[in-house]
């Protein structure tokens, strides 16, 4: 099994620009999640989702769209890329609420 | 809403032991825990939820005290596989939802 898969491992965006961060994972897991990590700042929580169709608001949503249309693909969009965007993004994937999050390898983007 | 962990960083020799403490002002349901090296992923490494049992392997536990909103991590007898980040992750029983919120991250760095 791949696991939680996450393309691309880097991007450089200029501002303005939009984007997807792609996230796939093939183990049949319900809920995933998309997380931010900056220095000191632990990992923050940007949107998630239960279920195909479903999807809500993390912490730190603004700036950023996602859409669950299978239970497989969780895309997340940057709908005009700011500089305070420049983050390591991550995915995750679990079966349900009493189980762990298996993570993606991460996504390093620099908006410049 | 983000759990508070302390301390921020603790640096031990080989064979010491470790405590690391997580804290949220909200009702919780379940306290996640992970670790994570430098350029990686983060890992998980164990799941506690109300009402269930104080968990653990090898030597690492760890307990959630439901009345406190507190959990504690226990590292025994550390070794150097041991070094990382550890962040605690806090989850609410609330309808439809999945906002796993984690701390800022307790640096553990274990020396020969």
């Known amino acids: 099994n791949a696991g939680v898969t996450q393309t691309p491992k880097f991007q450089v965006l200029k501002t303005g620009q939009s984007m997807t961060l792609q996230c796939a994972q093939d183990?049949?897991?319900?809920?995933m999640s998309w997380y931010r990590q900056d220095p000191g700042m632990g990992l923050r929580l940007i949107h998630y989702s239960v279920g195909a169709g479903i999807t809500d608001q993390g912490e730190v949503p603004n700036g950023y769209n996602v859409s669950r249309s299978t239970t497989e693909d969780f895309p997340l969009r940057l709908l005009s890329a700011a500089p305070s965007q420049t983050s390591v993004y991550f995915c995750?994937?679990?079966?349900?609420?009493?189980?762990?999050?298996?993570f993606g390898s991460g996504t390093r983007l620099t908006v410049v | 809403q983000q759990p508070v962990q302390s301390p921020q960083a603790v640096i031990l020799r080989e064979g010491e032991d470790a405590v690391i403490n997580c804290s949220s002002s909200k009702a919780l349901y379940s306290v996640h825990w992970y670790r994570q090296k430098h350029g990686e992923a983060p890992v998980f490494l164990m799941i506690l939820l109300k009402g269930g049992e104080q968990k653990g392997h090898d030597k690492i536990s760890a307990s959630f005290n439901e009345k406190k909103q507190q959990s504690s991590l226990y590292l025994t007898a550390s070794q150097l596989s041991y070094s990382g980040t550890y962040f605690c992750g806090t989850g609410r029983l609330l309808a439809n939802t999945d906002k796993l919120i984690f701390g800022t991250g307790t640096r553990l760095q274990v020396f020969p």
């Open positions: 183990m049949n897991h319900e809920y």
């Open positions: 995750a994937s679990r079966q349900g609420r009493f189980d762990g999050y298996t």
